[in-house]
């Protein structure tokens, strides 16, 4: 069998993908390689100045990129909603929408609206972008929602009670546990809703394995361990790539590396834990997003 890797991705020309946190990491990389697959490329980012650094970056080996840079504040549900609306008055079509941006084991602070930082930005920042962003991806044939989550899901156990970490001591790698927890059930409970919809997009989900990226900046762990364990971005971002990309994926399908404990490694179908198939969690997170944001799909 052979492994997957970017001489797998045809040519992208005509098609337009939206990646959040495009600035490093692995939203920089796919930025990168789609744009080399003559994609448009809407780096959906926080700060535009460090954008178009990158877009300069990635022209200057190929000229030929379309890359643009918007706006995105995924801890800002007004942000998100001016995002949204930009994209749907520029562009009639969008193919391929990477969820990708995210913080990780942060010190305590809230989003604009009021949300725990990590779920806030990891989950329904990205929760907000997808609902109002559905349209223009039910109206393009073939489209792609990929939601990116971690091996820390395995961590995560939601306390629907106190999602907001008001009542408890914040305990920050749970609430990151959590967030990729809530990544699993958002792209899993929505592709159950929309599997009986002919113009529904697909909804994948991916994990990096251990790759070393500026997101454990915050983990004196991940600094140490990383020359031996890690993968670098090209590799770590092979799975993002085929989720969003592979032509045989099936709503639900959740891609890792092939590796000892999916740590590094080609990209393959992998399976979440036990909790992340929990329906009743699921659906009671969808409805508690739905409740938090305003947004309804």
């Known amino acids: 069998m052979t492994k997957w890797n970017t001489n797998n991705i045809p040519d992208q020309k005509g098609r337009v993908v939206i990646i959040t946190g495009a600035t490093s990491g692995l939203g ?3 930025a990168k390689i789609l744009s080399t697959k003559n994609a448009t490329v809407i780096m959906a980012v926080r700060n535009t100045a460090k954008g178009e650094v ?3 970056e990635l022209s200057k080996t190929f000229p030929h990129a379309k890359l643009e840079v918007r706006k995105l504040d995924l801890d800002s549900l007004n942000s998100i909603k001016s995002f949204a609306e930009g994209v749907i008055a520029s562009y009639d079509h969008l193919e391929i929408l990477i969820n990708n941006a995210g913080v990780m084991t942060c010190p305590f602070s809230k989003t604009e609206d009021g949300f725990e930082i990590q ?3 990891n989950h329904l920042g990205h929760f907000a972008l997808s ?3 559905m349209p223009l991806l039910k109206k393009t044939i073939g489209s792609r929602i990929v939601a990116t989550s971690s091996i820390a899901h395995r961590q995560g156990n939601i306390d629907f009670e106190d999602i907001n970490w008001e009542k408890r001591k914040y ?3 749970k609430a990151y546990g959590d967030s990729k927890l809530a990544n699993l059930y958002f792209a899993y409970e929505l592709a159950r809703k929309l599997k009986d919809d002919p113009n529904a997009p ?3 989900a991916a994990h990096p394995g251990w790759t070393s990226t500026e997101l454990q900046r915050h983990s004196i762990i991940f600094r140490v361990l990383n020359p031996f364990f890690a993968q670098n971005v090209a590799n770590g971002v092979l799975p993002t790539l085929r989720a969003a990309l592979d032509e ?5 399908d959740y891609f890792g590396p092939s590796g000892f404990q999916e740590l590094k490694g080609s990209p393959i179908v992998v399976k979440s834990n036990e909790m992340s198939y929990n329906e009743a969690n699921a659906k009671r997170l969808w409805e508690v997003s739905e409740k938090m944001t305003g947004i309804h799909f």
């Open 119 to 121: 779920m806030g930005t």
């Open 171 to 173: 305990n920050t790698t």
């Open 28 to 30: 920089k990389e796919a």
């Open 54 to 56: 990158v877009v300069a």
């Open 248 to 252: 045989s994926a099936k709503s639900g």
């Open 131 to 133: 609902g109002l962003l």
């Open 202 to 204: 697909l909804v994948t």
